[in-house]
């Protein structure tokens, strides 16, 4: 069984999964420079390094050598990418994995295999978000005039109330916007899954799904749909990865 923690004193540290095709040996390029290497069953691999068996803390160097092994893994296949810090209690446990979860691995595969992850974020590039909602948004600038007229000193509630029509304002352009650059995108991804915004300056983060090999194709498609926006925003898309955000494996403890 896959688990975070163990009182062997050796664990197998997953970082993939990957179709039998592979090659058996990566180097030393895993966690604290492990080798890296790859546990078979009939059908798929577990790419994997020896390690403590403990919880593996996400300190910088960790997580660098987890991308580092995928990125290694995508030069010649689609990985399955396991979330950071999974570790079975050895190859035996690793093997019951593949076994355990064959049928939704392989339907992962389905979904991903062939393609890459590509992200793009949009944001306003403004210097107040607010303000620039007051000059492009006549319904909160007058709730704004209304509440904070010179004869009226607003309330608790007024300045609440102020708050929730920008919020809403906010999260309507969002949806307005991502509509747009994703029916622009659509034709040159395969699948587009929006995530969440990290800050009120961001307009959109995508997920986009994109056969390998058409990255620059993608790009096109940026361009097309930053081409419809004015300079007070920003696009700006990074990959290839490993399609982390399409791929659905919940390894039960």
Request: hydrophobic share 40%; charged share 25%; aromatic share 10%.
């Amino acid at each position: 069984m896959a688990t975070q923690t163990s009182l062997s004193a050796s664990g197998r540290y997953l970082y993939a999964i990957v179709d039998a095709n592979v090659k058996s040996d990566f180097g030393t390029i895993g966690i604290d420079d492990q080798a890296v290497y790859a546990i078979a069953d009939a059908h798929l691999c577990a790419v994997v390094s020896n390690v403590p068996n403990k919880k593996m803390r996400p300190q910088r160097r960790n997580l660098a050598a987890h991308q580092q092994v995928l990125r290694q893994l995508m030069a010649e296949t689609t990985p399955l990418p396991m979330a950071f810090g999974i570790i079975a209690d050895g190859d035996r446990a690793v093997k019951d994995i593949l076994t355990h979860h064959r049928r939704l691995f392989l339907e992962q595969f389905k979904r991903v295999s062939g393609n890459v992850e590509m992200g793009l974020r949009v944001s306003w590039d403004v210097d107040n978000i607010f303000d620039y909602f007051i000059s492009t948004h006549p319904e909160l600038r007058s709730a704004r005039d209304e509440y904070f007229s010179s004869q009226h000193e607003p309330s608790q509630e007024d300045k609440l109330e102020l708050g929730r029509l920008f919020d809403h304002l906010l999260q309507e352009d969002r949806e307005n916007f991502s509509d747009d650059v994703e029916q622009i995108l659509g034709s040159y991804c395969q699948e587009i899954k929006p995530g969440k915004c990290r800050n009120e300056m961001d307009v959109m983060n995508l997920a986009c799904l994109v056969n390998r090999g058409t990255e620059s194709r993608f790009e096109e498609g940026v361009l097309k749909a930053a081409a419809k926006f004015d300079n007070n925003f920003v696009f700006d898309f990074n990959g290839p990865w490993a399609p982390h955000n399409f791929v659905e494996v919940e390894l039960e403890i």
